[in-house]
C-alpha cells in the first residue's frame, strides 16, 4: 500500500501542488462577488450593467474552484485567460464599490501570485490598487480614506504573499516528489533482493546440481569408454547445465546490484570485462551520472555490457573507450573499439535474422528512453557506437 501511494505521488502533476490554495481564493472571490452584488441590490446602486459585469466575472472563479484538478495545467498555462480575469476584476472594481472590494481584489491578486510569480503579479497588483482607489475616491472621506489607502497597499502586498505561497507549496510536492521516488526504489530494491534470495535458494541450487551430475556423467560415460554419440550428447548436456548455471549466477548478480551507484555500478562492470576478457577499458564518465533514474542507469549499464561483448566476439580490439556524458537534454554514451570497424556489423534490418539479438536490444532500449544509435567508423580505423537517449522514458498512452 505504501509503495503505490507513493507511485501516486510520483505521477502526480505538478499543478495540483496549487490546487487547494487556488481552489480557496476562487470560493473567497466567489463569496466576495455574491456578498457585494447583494449589498449593492439592497442599497439600490446596482443596475443590469452592474450585474452583466458580475455574471461575466463569476466563471473565471468558478471553473478553477471546480475542475482545477482536470483543467489546472490550461487554465494556469494560458496567458489570454489571466489577461480576462484581470480585465474582468478591474470592471467588477468599477462596477461594484465598497470595503468588500478589497477582499476581492486581495484575493484575486493573491491567485495571480500563486499562479505567475511575484514580479507579474506585482504589475497586475498595480493596475488592480489604482483602479481600487479611483473606484472608491468619489466617496471616500477621512477615515473611509485611510482604509482605502490601507487596503490598496494589503492588496499590493498580497503578490508577494501569493507568490512566496505558491513557491513552497511547489517546493513542498518537489519534496515530497522525491521522497515518494526513493521510497518506490527503496522497495523495487527490496524486491529485487527477495527474487535473487529465493531464485539462489531454488533454481540455482537445483543448476548446480545439475552440473555436478551431467560432469559426472561425462567423466563415467568417457571412463567406460560409451560410443562416440552417447559422449557427445552427454557432453551437450553437460554444457547446457553450465550455461544455464553461468546465467542464472548472473541474474542473482543483476538483481543484487540494484541497489548499487550508477557510477561504481558502470565502473565495476567495466573493470570485471577487462579482468575476465583482458582488453583495457577507458571509462570516462560525467558526474551528474551519479543522478539520473536507477532504470536509465541499468539500462546504460546493459548495452555497455553488450557493446563490450559484441568487441571481445567481433571486434579482436586491443582497446576499448567507453564515454557518458549528461546534459539537460539527455544522456549520450560512446564506445569505441580499435578493432576490424564496421564489418562487425550488419546493416539495422538485417541484426536479428544475423543472430545480433544483443545490438537489437540496444536499438529496442534505446527506443525505449526515446533515442537513438549511430554506429560508424572510428578515427583511426575500428568502431565507434553512439547511442543518445532521453532522460525520461517513452510514455504510451492508455485510452
Same mark, same amino acid.
Given at each position: 500500500m505504501a509503495s503505490s501511494d507513493a507511485t501516486a505521488v510520483v505521477d502526480r502533476p505538478a499543478h495540483l501542488a496549487i490546487g487547494r490554495v487556488t481552489r480557496l481564493l476562487s470560493e473567497v472571490r466567489l463569496a466576495t462577488l455574491a456578498l457585494a452584488l447583494v449589498a449593492a441590490l439592497v442599497a439600490g446602486t446596482a443596475d443590469g450593467a452592474d450585474l452583466w459585469v458580475v455574471l461575466l466575472a463569476v466563471p473565471f472563479s468558478v471553473f478553477p474552484a471546480l475542475s482545477w484538478d482536470a483543467r489546472g495545467a490550461l487554465l494556469s498555462r494560458s496567458g489570454i485567460l489571466l489577461a480576462c480575469d484581470l480585465v474582468t476584476t478591474v470592471l467588477v472594481l468599477l462596477a461594484l464599490s465598497g470595503e468588500i472590494m478589497t477582499v476581492y481584489a486581495a484575493a484575486t491578486v493573491a491567485l495571480l501570485g500563486v499562479l505567475v510569480g511575484a514580479r507579474l503579479a506585482l504589475v497586475m497588483a498595480l493596475a488592480i490598487a489604482m483602479v481600487l482607489v479611483y473606484a472608491n475616491a468619489?466617496? +471616500?472621506?477621512? !477615515? !473611509?480614506w485611510l482604509v482605502v489607502a490601507?487596503?490598496? #497597499? &494589503?492588496?499590493?502586498a498580497m503578490a508577494g504573499a501569493g507568490s512566496a505561497l505558491g513557491s513552497w507549496l511547489r517546493a513542498q510536492?518537489?519534496?515530497?516528489?522525491?521522497?515518494?521516488?526513493?521510497?518506490?526504489?527503496?522497495?523495487a530494491t527490496l524486491e529485487r533482493v527477495r527474487i535473487a534470495r529465493d531464485l539462489h535458494d531454488t533454481a540455482a541450487g537445483d543448476l548446480a546440481g545439475a552440473t555436478m551430475l551431467s560432469g559426472t556423467l561425462l567423466a563415467r560415460l568417457e571412463r567406460e569408454g560409451a560410443d562416440e554419440r !552417447?559422449? +557427445?550428447?552427454?557432453?551437450?548436456?553437460?554444457?547446457?547445465?553450465?550455461?544455464?548455471? #553461468?546465467? !542464472?549466477?548472473?541474474?542473482?548478480?543483476?538483481?543484487?546490484?540494484?541497489?548499487?551507484? *550508477?557510477?561504481?555500478?558502470?565502473?565495476?562492470?567495466?573493470?570485471?570485462?577487462?579482468?575476465?576478457?583482458g582488453t583495457p577499458v577507458e571509462l570516462d564518465?560525467?558526474?551528474?551520472?551519479?543522478?539520473?533514474?536507477v532504470e536509465l542507469a541499468g539500462d546504460v549499464r546493459a548495452m555497455v555490457l553488450e #557493446?563490450?561483448?559484441?568487441v571481445r566476439r567481433h571486434a579482436g580490439a586491443n582497446r576499448v573507450e567507453v564515454e557518458v556524458r549528461v546534459s539537460c537534454g539527455g544522456l549520450t554514451l560512446t564506445v569505441t573499439d580499435d578493432g576490424r570497424g564496421m564489418d562487425q556489423v550488419p546493416p539495422a *534490418?538485417?541484426?536479428?535474422?544475423?543472430?545480433?539479438?544483443?545490438?537489437? &536490444?540496444?536499438d529496442e532500449r534505446a527506443a525505449a528512453w526515446r533515442g537513438s544509435v549511430?554506429?560508424?567508423p572510428a578515427p583511426g580505423g575500428g568502431l565507434r557506437t553512439r547511442v543518445t537517449l532521453a532522460l525520461t522514458p517513452e510514455t504510451v498512452e492508455v485510452r
Open positions: 468619489l466617496d +471616500a472621506t477621512g !477615515t !473611509t490601507v487596503g490598496s #497597499l &494589503g492588496v499590493i510536492d518537489v519534496a515530497a516528489r522525491e521522497a515518494a521516488l526513493a521510497q518506490v526504489r527503496r522497495a !552417447t559422449i +557427445a550428447l552427454a557432453r551437450q548436456l553437460d554444457e547446457a547445465c553450465r550455461a544455464a548455471h #553461468l546465467d !542464472t549466477r548472473t541474474a542473482l548478480g543483476e538483481l543484487r546490484r540494484a541497489g548499487a551507484m *550508477p557510477v561504481d555500478d558502470l565502473v565495476d562492470a567495466c573493470r570485471r570485462w577487462t579482468r575476465d576478457v564518465v560525467d558526474p551528474a551520472y551519479a543522478e539520473v533514474d #557493446l563490450l561483448e559484441n *534490418p538485417d541484426l536479428v535474422a544475423d543472430g545480433h539479438y544483443g545490438l537489437q &536490444g540496444i549511430e554506429r560508424g
